[in-house]
């Protein structure tokens, strides 16, 4: 099984405290035009003011905060406890598996599942799992990637590590999960819910040094699935991107994320 869906691994490893989350979620600060996740969510979802929202995979918190300001009742459910640990001013936390929640049929307003998709053995349970604890009329937000996204650094790492001749799988060798893209999450969702809409939010990061791109990578599962050969080929992406750089005067990566709400009949 790829590391990236292993959730024995996500749980131990890759998401046992926040700090690797933070490290990939500091590129975006410099994204052109910066998109506000938080702000673009509560404006797809309307108002919440008084809804009870269970937001699944919610990690180290990132979109807590902005619900609770609008009013909502929240509760915040991940598969790993350090990065519950990590959540400021916590909500009512649970830990558990996306594919079956601890949670009564009908018990929620809103169900958020932000960017973890992904991370799921069988995506198309823990949807149904939310459509599960959804009450009628109750709305799905999902957040995912589109092939695109970040494709940039892609094209620059995957030459580095075809050279080394290790054998990573094809999931785990990107430093992009490519699990679960814009178009499987719409497909998952319509199983469940008719007529799901997607909305999306597309920018650009732009780097002047490289940073931030490196600091990304490292953090990634590809950066870590190649072992004794990291710093090295961190050290190799650097100067690829530096290279960039020079000759264009900035390095350029797309971002393209996909928004998916439905509502439940």
Known sequence: MTRRADTRYLREVAYANPSGLAARASLYDFQQPYIDLQAEALAVLGDVDGRVIGDVGCGSGRYIDALRGAGAHIVGIDLSLGMLAGVPNPPPLVVADAQAL?????????????????????????????????????KLLVATNSRSHLAEMNELWLPLLDRTGLRVSLEDAGLVNPLVTAE?????????????SVHWLRSSVIVTEPAPVVRHAASTIAAQAVGEYRDELMGELSDAITSQIRRDGQFTITTEVAFITATKS
């Open 102 to 138: 601890a949670l009564t049929d009908a018990s929620l307003d809103v169900v958020m599942m932000m960017h973890m998709l992904y991370h799921v053995p069988d995506p198309a349970a823990a949807v149904a799992e939310a459509a599960r604890i959804l009450r009628r009329d109750g």
């Open 184 to 196: 499987d999450a719409q497909r998952f969702v319509a199983i469940q819910f008719p007529e799901p």
